[in-house]
């Protein structure tokens, strides 16, 4: 995915650097905290099988926390930890 590749980068930039193995996990990381491009055919609006989802996929507050985590940002106040 481009954004995860770019964030990536960037992360990388605000270390100072990182090696290829460590921007590539990062990428991989970040890859699970960003929308995938999906078709609009696709989506079941009906389909509430939620049993299987995590907090994160359910309020946008936990995965906004979990996402600057990984980048290793500050939380601001207004989220939880």
Do not use: C, N
Request: charged share 35%; no cysteine; glycine share 6%.
């Amino acid at each position: 995915m481009r954004e995860a590749a770019g964030l990536s980068v960037w992360w990388a930039r605000q270390r100072g650097g990182a090696s290829d193995s460590e921007r590539s996990a990062k990428e991989g990381e970040l890859t699970a905290y960003l929308a995938a491009d999906l078709d609009p055919a696709d989506i079941d609006p009906d389909d509430e099988d939620d049993d299987d989802l995590d907090d994160a996929e359910i309020f946008v507050e936990v995965k906004a926390a979990r996402f600057l985590t990984a980048l290793g940002l500050p939380m601001p106040d207004a989220l939880p930890h």
